[in-house]
């Protein structure tokens, strides 16, 4: 694929007690959505918003080769698409997706864009009379309607809930399919859903960045593993006959085998049960360490668990580097 954006930014934001900075060196193939991954206050809205122009930077931001840093954020050829929706609200749902296609030739019809999204039935209505999944529809529509060269995309599922979440994800996944995208979010379940590769954020900075199931299976960091869902142990402190390197280790819920009958597998005792939408998320104890696994039934206090020997994945330097980007 082509380079379609790179950017190489950095700011500092100062108010009465805090001074914040963020720095990234990241680019984005055409086609591709780049998922910046973090928790709250690790800098990832404040990085799209340096993209967008919605602050000053010192560094170089370029779409398709063109510079765009002297540019303002309505001449950069970026979509947004926002957590809080930003609709008109005097102007109806059709005149929401209308509203910048009359300064681009070559727009998408709002009303092809509305059926796309499930949602032409809503082209009359009054955006103050939306739920949150049909707002965020709308505000997708709105953006894609004048074909932007790029989308930058800022916790649009956050605010909604969980089944509209889920409904939305999987339209997203369609939806930026052949886009370029910057999608920004805390949340894994989506980051692995959307993202073609991701750059994990700690402090303002890249921990991580590579391909989707790169990220999620071989992680850089002790950080990087823990947020995006791994164990991380010390192989010393786990039964031999698990056949685990004697270092710092990551290992992923779904490579946790609870009731294992095979000859690796060895003794584990319940610690924890939380049920999540579509399987338990359980923590056992085995041996010194603990290892959380998905079950799909309540599994017994005492029970056993099996590992792959090759999905433990040893962090360099003993799980305490911080990986660049």
Same mark, same amino acid.
């Given at each position: ?6 950017? @190489?930014?950095?700011? @500092?934001?100062?108010?009465? =007690? ?8 990241? /680019?984005?193939?055409?086609?591709? &959505? ?10 990832? &809205? ?35 698409? *926002?957590?809080?929706? !930003?609709? *008109? /609200? ?16 070559? =727009? ?17 209505? /009054? ?7 049909? =707002?965020?529809?709308? !505000?997708?529509?709105? =953006? ?6 790029? *989308? ?9 809930? !969980? ?59 002790? *950080? ?23 270092? &710092? ?50 599994? !017994? &206090? ?24």
């Amino acid at each position: 694929m082509d380079l379609m954006l790179r950017f @190489d930014v950095s700011a @500092d934001f100062r108010d009465d =007690a805090t001074t914040f900075d963020v720095a990234a060196d990241l /680019s984005v193939d055409d086609g591709e &959505t780049l998922c910046l991954l973090g928790p709250s206050g690790s800098g990832k &809205t404040l990085l799209l918003r340096l993209l967008a122009g919605f602050h000053d930077y010192d560094g170089t931001v370029t779409l398709e080769g063109r510079a765009l840093d002297d540019s303002p954020p309505e001449d950069r050829g970026f979509g947004f698409v *926002f957590q809080q929706y !930003a609709l *008109f /609200s005097h102007l109806s749902v059709r005149e929401n997706v209308a509203f910048g296609t009359k300064y681009h030739d070559d =727009a998408r019809d709002p009303d092809a864009l509305l059926a796309r999204l499930g949602v032409a039935d809503l082209a009359e209505r /009054s955006p103050e009379t939306l739920s949150g999944g049909e =707002a965020q529809r709308v !505000a997708l529509a709105r =953006a894609l309607a004048v074909r932007p060269d790029a *989308f930058l995309l800022d916790e649009p599922l956050s605010a909604l809930d !969980a089944p509209t979440r889920e409904r939305l994800r999987a339209d997203l996944v369609d939806v930026l399919a052949d886009e370029t995208a910057v999608y920004v979010t805390h949340d894994r379940t989506t980051a692995r859903a959307v993202a073609d590769r991701i750059a994990v954020l700690r402090d303002g900075r890249v921990a991580q960045v590579g391909p989707t199931d790169e990220v999620f299976e071989r992680p850089a960091t002790r *950080f990087v593993a823990e947020f995006t869902g791994a164990s991380v142990v010390d192989g010393r402190d786990l039964p031999a006959s698990l056949d685990a390197p004697a270092s &710092t280790l990551a290992v992923r819920p779904e490579h946790v085998h609870v009731g294992a009958d095979t000859p690796d597998s060895v003794p584990a005792r319940l610690i924890r049960t939380v049920r999540e939408p579509a399987a338990y998320r359980v923590t056992l104890a085995v041996g010194d360490a603990s290892l959380v696994a998905y079950t799909q039934t309540q599994p !017994a &206090t005492e029970t056993t668990v099996g590992v792959p020997p090759e999905r433990w994945h040893a962090l360099p330097n003993d799980g305490e580097r911080d990986g660049g980007g």
